[in-house]
């Protein structure tokens, strides 16, 4: 009788039920934590980025342009790093600004609404 209650006591081990929750186990929040952060830190930027390059290299001679600095100005010429902006008609001035220097392409709406 008493080896029996032994055998019995063995066997009924506790956590090798056959009932584990997947939440009691902290690498299912670490898994948990990563997939958020992805989802709301990481992808959202890649897709920021992947636009803004997309833009860069859209750019072409005539197009207007807004730098981070807030200059406003139209293409006159760019090679593979740098372009140059007219900024101003009288006199005619011109400037030169690295292309990732360059923020957003003014659309034909936004320059219709200035004149």
């Known amino acids: 009788m008493w080896r029996e209650a ?15 929750s997947p939440f009691g ?5 670490m898994i948990l ?17 992947r636009t803004r390059r997309e833009m ?3 750019l072409s001679k005539g197009s207007k342009v807004v730098t981070n600095g807030g200059i406003c100005g139209t293409i006159l010429g760019l090679n593979e790093k740098t372009v140059v902006l007219k ?16 923020s957003q392409v003014a659309t034909e709406e936004e320059n219709t609404q200035k004149t």
């Open 6 to 20: 032994v055998v019995y006591a063995q066997d009924a081990a506790p956590g090798e039920g056959g009932s584990s």
């Open 25 to 29: 186990n902290p690498i299912f929040f």
């Open 33 to 49: 934590i990563f997939g958020v952060f992805y989802f709301l830190l990481i992808r959202p930027n890649q897709k920021r980025e």
């Open 56 to 58: 860069l290299a859209s």
């Open 87 to 102: 900024v101003s008609d009288d006199p005619v001035t011109k400037i030169e600004f690295l292309r990732t220097a360059i």
